[in-house]
């Protein structure tokens, strides 16, 4: 229950920051919240890459009842979840398609960055941006914006 929610509070999110309503969901509201927004900025374990599709496809139904949308609405929305899934495992993959900020907390995190601990955190930065550009790209990949 615990990873379900996780990935429910990342629709939610998504949906609340997108258009600033976590019910209001559209085929092209999955297509950027699969092939983009959460390659570039979330890092999930591979079991939540797996899980995510059905847990999304669980939510829109929800929000489609919520709502009351046409049966045909939902359809659509839920055949998004099916065209987008094989981009959205891909992407999750592919480091070039990750966001400046979720590939420095993944090196953070390959370095066993303790995050609940400012100081360190604070002087792993001061080190990170101490090394010469080249090598902060190449442990980072080149900084995608979003």
């Given at each position: 229950l615990g990873r379900t929610?996780?990935?429910v509070r990342w629709a939610i999110d998504?949906?609340?920051d997108y258009h600033g309503d976590p019910l209001r969901w559209s085929p092209i509201?999955?297509?950027l919240f699969l092939a983009d927004w959460l390659p570039g900025k979330v890092n999930l374990e591979a079991?939540?890459?797996e899980a995510l599709p059905g847990?999304?496809?669980a939510w829109l139904r929800f929000v489609g009842q919520k709502r009351s949308f046409e049966a045909r609405l939902v359809a659509e929305t839920l055949a998004a979840v099916?065209?987008?899934e094989a981009d959205f495992r891909e992407a999750m993959?592919?480091?070039s398609r990750f966001g400046f900020a979720k590939s420095l907390a993944m090196q953070m995190q390959d370095d066993s960055m303790?995050?609940?601990d400012d100081a360190a955190v604070k002087a792993w930065i001061d080190d990170f941006n101490g090394r010469p550009l080249d090598e902060r790209i190449e442990r980072t990949g080149s900084p995608r914006l979003h």
């Open positions: 929610t996780d990935l998504f949906a609340a509201v999955v297509e079991g939540e890459v847990v999304l496809r099916d065209a987008y993959a592919d480091s303790d995050f609940s």
